[in-house]
């Protein structure tokens, strides 16, 4: 049964999402991929309506411009909570990318890579999470699944500390 679900943009974002957040937050926990942002906007506004269970909505900001964000965030709020008729709902946003939390920490990458990162490229990983690790890791599909599996429950544990 599910107690929950939590929707995200496409199918990395939930890799990332099941790879990174404990267990004891995931049972019971339904994970719902979109084809996009919009897709995953429709996905959240309709299991609360129809399900009337608790959703989470993550959603990339492609931004790190708080004004922004800000109003990104005040807009879906807006919309899922005339679908949720009093369900909890939240919005959580991943700024500017989920895979942003992957580079909160550039060691397990340098360990996972065997590479060493300057400050540049770690500036330009902030900035571009996707396009960093893409370029980084390749473009094969599941090269970011070896990356999650290669990571240790430590490092694991400091990845969750990114905010």
Do not use: C
Not at 54 to 72: F, G, I, N, S
Not at 144 to 161: D, F, I, K
Request: net charge negative; hydrophobic share 45%.
């Amino acid at each position: 049964m599910a107690y929950a679900y939590v929707v995200a943009e496409g199918p990395s974002d939930i890799r990332v999402l099941r790879a990174l957040l404990p267990e004891r937050l995931t049972n019971g926990t339904v994970f719902v991929e979109g084809a996009g942002s919009y897709s995953a906007q429709t996905l959240a506004s309709s299991l609360l309506a129809a399900r009337q269970i608790p959703v989470a909505l993550v959603v990339d900001t492609d931004t790190d411009r708080e004004t922004v964000v800000a109003e990104q965030l005040d807009l879906l709020r807006g919309l899922l909570g005339q679908a949720a008729a009093g369900v909890p709902f939240r919005v959580l946003p991943a700024v500017p990318e989920v895979e942003a939390v992957l580079v909160h920490d550039r060691l397990p990458l340098e360990r996972i890579t065997g590479r060493h990162f300057d400050e540049v490229e770690w500036q330009s990983a902030k900035r571009n999470p996707k396009g960093f690790l893409r370029q980084v890791l390749g473009a094969q599909p599941n090269v970011l699944a070896t990356l999650l599996e290669a990571l240790t429950e430590q490092e694991r544990e400091v990845l969750r500390q990114h905010p």
